[in-house]
């Protein structure tokens, strides 16, 4: 694993401190392991946010969500969680009947950096979440080999039914799903206010990332642009405090 130590400034309630999280590099070669038992679940979404994550492996509904879900069939919380990040660009689109408003896309044929926190979790873990993102039951493992092999699987035309591999961090496959759509092929639409929050706030938490990088970086993503300014992304960070 390579790492780079980060030096930022973040704020809690009135006081600012100063913390140090180590902003991790992936390594872009695709990893040799075709079956691995864990994998590094990577979320660009709200998903980011140890809170929210935890309704997909251990069942419940998360504030501001409509949707209550069962859970994975391992109940662990990852191993780890760590700042990553992705080559490409994040977007929002389509209408979450979950949250209302626009879901987090991401595109990585698309020229930039993307925000994300990589989770440690097991492959049949992996499999489950991404099941569960489609409305669909959490009881069936994904055969990794193609997304591990070529870098991209489509699985189906849905929204999350499009694999794909970053590379790996210490051996472990950096994998993350998508739709299978680019991001200029698609209508963006705004994120609502729950949604914007539970995502800003998971990147937030990862450490690598100030206040101001992020509410700017949120502010700044197809879809939200326009809809969302940095002060107000801000605002709702502020609610976590």
């Known amino acids: 694993m390579s790492s780079g130590t980060t030096f930022r400034r973040t704020e809690t309630g009135a006081q600012n401190r100063v913390i140090t999280k180590a902003l991790h590099s992936i390594d872009s070669a695709l990893p040799v392991t075709r079956h691995p038992e864990r994998v590094w679940y990577t979320s660009y979404g709200s998903n980011m946010h140890l809170d929210r994550l935890a309704a997909y492996i251990q069942g419940g509904r998360p504030s501001g969500a409509a949707r209550e879900y069962p ?107 998508t739709a299978p759509w680019q991001m200029n092929e698609v209508q963006w639409v705004a994120p609502s206010a729950a949604y914007v929050r539970f995502l800003a706030a998971g990147l937030l938490s990862a450490g690598a990332w100030d206040l101001e990088a992020i509410a700017t970086y949120v502010a700044a993503c197809p879809g939200a642009e326009g809809c969302w300014s940095v002060q107000d992304v801000l605002d709702l960070l502020a609610q976590e405090a």
């Open 71 to 177: 859970g994975c069939r391992n109940p662990a919380m990852p191993a780890r969680s760590i700042p990553v990040e992705l080559t490409g660009a994040m977007y929002f689109a389509t209408e979450s009947p979950v949250w209302g408003g626009g879901r987090a896309f991401y595109d990585p044929q698309t020229d930039g950096r993307v925000l994300a926190r990589a989770h440690l979790v097991t492959a049949d873990q992996f499999a489950d979440i991404a099941a569960q993102e489609m409305y669909r039951a959490p009881d069936v493992d994904l055969d990794l080999e193609e997304v591990l092999t070529t870098g991209r699987a489509v699985l189906g035309d849905g929204r999350y039914e499009t694999l794909v591999c970053a590379g790996q961090v210490d051996g472990m496959p950096v994998l993350t799903f």
